[in-house]
């Protein structure tokens, strides 16, 4: 079967199967099965390829396992993320935490990444600002262990520690927490790639999906140093929750800041003195 061929029918396959911007991924699989760029692939609809290489990673995609998984990485911030199932699969959206991070003077500071899966917010900060200090914590240790993986690729120090949110900490504190938690209630609708595929633990946080942010206010204020902040990735319908959640704790509310859909999607807290 010619490439062209091939991406043809797979486009057909992927689309049956309801998948969105299905010749692209066509493309993409063909790219990654084969060791070229997808430029290749649109310039060589007449080579011959293995179609018992192609449709392995097809069948994969078919069944909604996520294109991300199959590749084996994602691309955030301008780097590329190893991903495997440990851990969710980097999403556009994170990137507003790390402007609103990046917001700050560029001075040293000490930086905790809390739930930090794949390593995107630990490692790009550290790359950013090479003068902060960055602590990065894991329940699962095979998302630790991913982590490491890029943190090492793309060349940031970063500590790293295997915790369940501030357990292993002590009194140690920080100037800036960073995290994307849990937010996601149980009985929410998901789509196949996320219900069947991604890390349940890193998605789901009670019935409400606010059961991670309680124990954020409850404990986080322990860990911050004075004039320290809190900056969290909220759901798309969550920001009032968290905020009332937080103020009702005894924080302060500095700023909540839209993604690029307008989405309120980052909460960003400060301790009372």
Known sequence: MTLGNWVSSATAALAAAGVESARLEAQLLAAHALGEERTWILTHADAVVPEHILDPLLARRVR??????ILGYREFYGRRFLVNPSVLIPRQETETLVEIALSLPDVPLSVLDLGTGSGILAVTLKLERPNWSVTA??????????????AGALGATIRF??????????????????????????????????????????LFAGESGLTFYERLALEGREHLNPGGRMMMEVGFTQAAQVEGLFAASGWAHAATVPDLSGTPRVVVVAALP
Do not use: C, K, W
Not at 161 to 188: C, K
């Open 64 to 69: 909604r396992e996520p294109l991300a998984y």
């Open 137 to 150: 914590l894991d329940v699962s240790l095979e998302a630790l262990t991913m982590a490491q993986r890029n």
């Open 161 to 202: 520690r295997l915790s369940d949110a501030f357990a292993s900490l002590d009194q140690e504190r920080f100037d800036l927490i960073v995290t994307n938690p849990p937010y996601i209630g149980t009985s929410e609708p998901l789509m196949p790639e996320v219900a069947s595929f991604e890390p349940h633990l890193a």
